[in-house]
């Protein structure tokens, strides 16, 4: 069974920067597309970005301009670079794959964006 990991989050100020990492405990993880997703607190888990095995990537119109996916498979690791934060991309980010199924949620990283 997959497990997924997701680190670097935490307390950012408007307009700053975070840098996100998702690391599978299992080598398919780097045959499978993944995406990362985000809820907010009262809110329904959405899609923020999405990657394929091959590295072709996919962005939500919130990510579009302000956020870079990408992955090293060699680490099973994938990362998500934020910029330009906003108080609105509160939430807590998760990884999974992308997909039809998915594996068990990771416990998720918080970020907090304060204006």
């Known amino acids: 069974q997959v497990q997924l990991v997701e680190s670097g989050g935490g307390l950012v100020q408007a307009g700053g920067s975070r840098r996100l990492s998702c690391v599978a405990s299992g080598t398919i993880f780097r045959f499978l597309p993944v995406g990362w997703y985000r809820q907010a607190p009262g809110k329904q888990r959405e899609l923020v970005a999405s990657i394929t095995s091959g590295g072709r990537t996919n962005y939500a119109d919130l990510a579009k301009g302000r956020f870079t996916i990408s992955r090293d498979n060699a680490k099973n690791t994938v990362y998500l670079q934020m910029n330009s934060l906003k108080p609105d991309d509160t939430a807590v980010y998760y990884c999974?794959?992308?997909?039809?199924?998915?594996?068990?949620w990771g416990q998720g990283t918080q970020v907090t964006v304060s204006s």
């Open positions: 999974n794959r992308f997909d039809t199924t998915v594996f068990p």
